[in-house]
């Protein structure tokens, strides 16, 4: 039973609980952000730089992949106005609409998913800059209450009290 005790203590030291607590609620601060980045950053990013969605960003490690991406670029190309101008070749590399998406790609080998990298590299770096902005805030605020404490005049020492107390009663009996 000793063994049980001892855990119970640990389980119930005040910075367990503080460290759950604040895993929980990091859990759903990064759902947050992973939502911000996702649904709200992400697109008009991607909007920005010529519809690119970076989610189904990769580079085929596959003959089969190569292979199906090429079918698939020629069927569009077909519908689409030729564009050789240099502009056109570099955003065909990140043109998304005439290659297979990453999941269908992923079933007919393996790809590096460099997109799903970058998403979470922005996400990253929003995440930290929101801690950041927290810590800052936090820090501002305790430096303006120890500037408050600091300000309001100390309470006197027990000593001055009682010398006080005397002399009133001093005062009082002439």
Do not use: H, W
Not at 5 to 13: C, I, L, T
Not at 50 to 75: E, V
């Amino acid at each position: 039973m000793g063994i049980l005790k001892e855990f119970r203590e640990f389980a119930m030291r005040g910075n367990v609980v503080d460290l759950a607590v604040g895993v929980i609620i990091g859990a759903a601060f990064g759902g947050i952000v992973k939502s911000l980045v996702d649904d709200v950053l992400m697109p008009p990013i991607g909007k920005m730089v010529g519809n690119l969605d970076f989610s189904n960003l990769y580079i085929s490690l596959s003959d089969k992949i190569d292979a199906a991406n090429t079918a698939l670029a020629k069927k569009v190309a077909a519908t689409q106005p030729a564009d050789d101008s240099m502009i056109g070749s570099v955003t065909s590399l990140f043109d998304t609409a005439s290659r297979l998406p990453l999941a269908e790609a992923k079933k007919l080998g393996p790809v590096i998913a460099y997109g799903n990298f970058i998403t979470l590299t922005i996400n990253f770096i929003i995440v930290a800059f929101c801690v950041f902005i927290v810590i800052k805030l936090m820090n501002t605020a305790k430096k303006r209450f120890e500037k408050e404490q600091a300000a309001a005049p100390a309470p006197p020492a027990p000593e001055v009290v009682l010398l006080g107390e005397i002399r009133d009663i001093l005062k009082q009996s002439k």
